[in-house]
């Protein structure tokens, strides 16, 4: 049965009672239907026991096999949830351009699912689309000042931000716009990002209230004069009209899981192009709520968690109690040499050499003080002896690890997993950030290319040796980094799977974010705006004679 038919089987409470059950007060609810909501944040009292604790869920590196994290994090929360522990579940809201290309949705799968998972998938309650005309507002507004003069002096050639669109469309990579007569602007060259690598969707997300939401879009660096002296969205004079789009959208929004967990889905940057996390508000706001709160970070912990642990948790304070490393044989096969299409087939020995790359991510989440647990996602075609693989070599480095089997029994499935955790929450943390703010960009970005990827070294574009000039020369040199990688490599080269080590890592482009807080080093050939398949997933798409969705997943 596929994950759409699965949902649509379920029997949703009103979102008034999963308020209600979460500790929401009636007049903090903003109802969009009867099954989703907005949450006002200043409408939250404060526990008397004070914040929640956190559980950050990370993965090995992905493979086209698919490793089932977001399904791990809604069955290990009602496995929680079962157990007795207060619990909510803090997502990303899902980007429509992947949804109709070849990743999928994002609302977990199987007997683990957020709902309604058609309409998270689709559109929701329009925050990506608040985000994108945010961003394209302040576009309009830098062509239309420098079609009026340009008083502040912005030079059209070192123009940073660019346009988005919330799809996969290789097309719009590179335009020209502007053309025509002296009255259609100033023609351009420029291009088109997805909303999910907006600085506008990181600044969204990292913002600890409106008003630090506001101070950050202020803070944005939209280009350079002739003299290089940088021009940010105050001096433009937009951020008033750029927080008034986003004041309903930075409200986090509540929804619930197949077992009735209450979960908050907001904000939806990626975490090979951007920091990967959902929004700060939405995990504090759970955290005001909840004993627990299982959020996670995208794609695994050289990137999202990395990412987490680094650039969110300073700003927003929402340090982990626990790590929860998401595995799968498949995946561990996969990186043990092993093709997609004879994953099906037991093999031991692949599963034993894939281990290596299960061992850098779990050294990855130790190197930040925190001993991570390690949770095998199992599939129907896992044999005990490929398990006993993985469980064996866990219990040699003292990792807790347990199977679970949340796809096809939901939080029944996670309960072994669920005590693990329940265990680990209670050790002490000793949390520290991999690097000091204090130190210069390059040896930051260094620290985690050997610390988190493995690699011998990094090597500068002439472009980005002239950036690092300019960070040093304005003073930002205090900010954190934000490695733009393929997420299927510890590597910038997607097909260097397991643990290549001993690698170069090519810094091709910087780009310093300077509302959202971090600066954003380009690496290998990745990509702000995604193409599409041969075959995007559209083509399978369809609805019904009632108007329900088919072919979504």
Not at 191 to 210: N, P, R, Y
Not at 433 to 442: F, S, T
Request: hydrophobic share 45%; glycine share 12%; proline share 5%.
């Amino acid at each position: 049965m596929s994950d759409l038919a699965i949902a649509s089987r379920a029997v949703l409470k009103p979102i008034a009672q999963i308020a209600e059950s979460a500790g929401i007060p009636d007049d903090a609810v903003e109802p969009y239907g009867k099954y989703k909501a907005k949450i006002d944040p200043a409408l939250v009292p404060s526990r008397d026991a004070g914040l929640g604790k956190v559980v950050l869920v990370s993965a090995v590196s992905p493979t086209p096999a698919g490793e089932g994290k977001s399904t791990m994090v809604v069955g290990l929360g009602d496995a929680l949830a079962a157990a007795g522990a207060k619990t909510m579940i803090a997502l990303r809201e899902p980007s429509v351009g992947p949804s109709f290309g070849m990743k999928g949705g994002a609302t977990g799968g199987g007997q683990s699912q957020v709902l309604p998972m058609d309409e998270i998938n689709l559109h929701f309650t329009g925050d990506f689309h608040a985000i994108t005309s945010a961003n394209n507002l302040l576009m309009a507004l830098i062509d239309n000042h420098l079609h009026q003069g340009n008083s502040l002096g912005l030079d059209p050639h070192r123009i940073t931000f660019k346009r988005v669109l919330d799809m996969n469309d290789r097309a719009l990579r590179h335009v020209v716009i502007g053309l025509g007569s002296p009255a259609d602007g100033i023609p351009r060259e420029t291009g088109f990002e997805i909303t999910a690598a907006s600085e506008v969707m990181a600044v969204f997300c990292l913002a600890t209230g409106l008003e630090d939401l506001r101070a950050r879009l202020g803070r944005m660096t939209i280009g350079y004069t002739y003299d290089k002296t940088p021009v940010t969205v105050d001096d433009l004079g937009a951020a008033g009209a750029l927080a008034m789009l986003l004041k309903d959208a930075i409200k986090p929004n509540l929804v619930q899981t197949i077992g009735g967990t209450p979960a908050f889905i907001h904000g939806g940057p990626f975490a090979n192009i951007a920091h990967g996390c959902n929004s700060a508000i939405a995990t504090n706001t759970a955290r005001a709520l909840a004993d627990i709160v299982v959020t996670e970070a995208g794609f695994g912990t050289d990137l999202g968690a990395e990412k987490f642990m680094d650039i969110k948790a300073r700003y927003a304070g929402c340090i982990p109690s626990a790590v929860v490393i998401v595995a799968t044989v498949r995946a561990l096969k996969m990186h043990g040499g092993v093709s997609k299409e004879k994953l099906q087939i037991e093999n031991v020995a692949a599963v034993h050499t894939g281990l290596s790359n299960l061992a850098r991510h779990a050294a990855n989440i130790s190197k930040f003080g925190i001993q991570p647990v390690i949770g095998i996602n199992r599939f129907v075609t896992d044999t005990e002896a490929e398990l006993s693989v993985v469980t064996e070599w866990a219990e040699t480095q003292g990792i807790a690890c347990a199977v679970a089997d949340v796809w096809g029994h939901g939080g029944a499935g996670a309960g072994e997993l669920a005590a693990a955790v329940l265990r680990a929450i209670e050790e002490s943390v000793d949390y520290s950030p991999l690097y000091d703010l204090e130190r210069p960009i390059e040896e930051k970005i260094l620290t985690v290319a050997r610390e988190m990827y493995g690699a011998a070294g990094v090597e500068y574009s002439t472009g980005a040796k002239r950036t690092l000039e300019q960070i040093h020369a304005n003073g930002w040199d205090n900010l954190p980094v934000c490695i733009a990688k393929t997420q299927y490599s510890f590597s910038d080269d997607p097909k260097l799977l397991g643990d290549p080590g001993g690698f170069m890592l090519q810094v091709r482009e910087l780009i310093p974010k300077t509302g959202a807080g971090f600066i954003v080093a380009i690496t290998g050939a990745i990509t702000t705006m995604p193409g599409l398949p041969k075959v995007p997933a559209a083509m399978h798409m369809d609805v019904d004679d009632k108007g329900n969705a088919v072919g979504l997943s």
